[in-house]
């Protein structure tokens, strides 16, 4: 059998849905715990300390 190349809405789901899978599996670590604990040096926290700086 011949593979046949996807639709372009079967592309655009395959896509969506792998996007969706990510977004969940970030979310998903959200909880307080010793795994979601960011270290200090992390860039994200430096830039909300950053940003909470010049909102005051």
């Known amino acids: ?6 639709k372009r ?3 655009r ?3 969506v849905s792998r996007l969706e899978v ?3 599996k970030n979310a998903t670590n959200v909880e ?4 979601s604990v960011e270290p200090k040096n ?3 926290r430096k830039n909300n300390e ?3 700086s ?3």
Do not use: I, P, Y
């Open 22 to 24: 990510q977004f969940l």
């Open 50 to 52: 950053v940003l909470a």
């Open 9 to 11: 809405k079967d592309r």
């Open 42 to 44: 992390n860039q994200v």
């Open 13 to 15: 789901n395959k896509t």
């Open 32 to 35: 307080n715990g010793s795994r």
């Open 1 to 6: 059998m011949a593979v046949t190349r996807l």
């Open 54 to 56: 010049l909102g005051k």
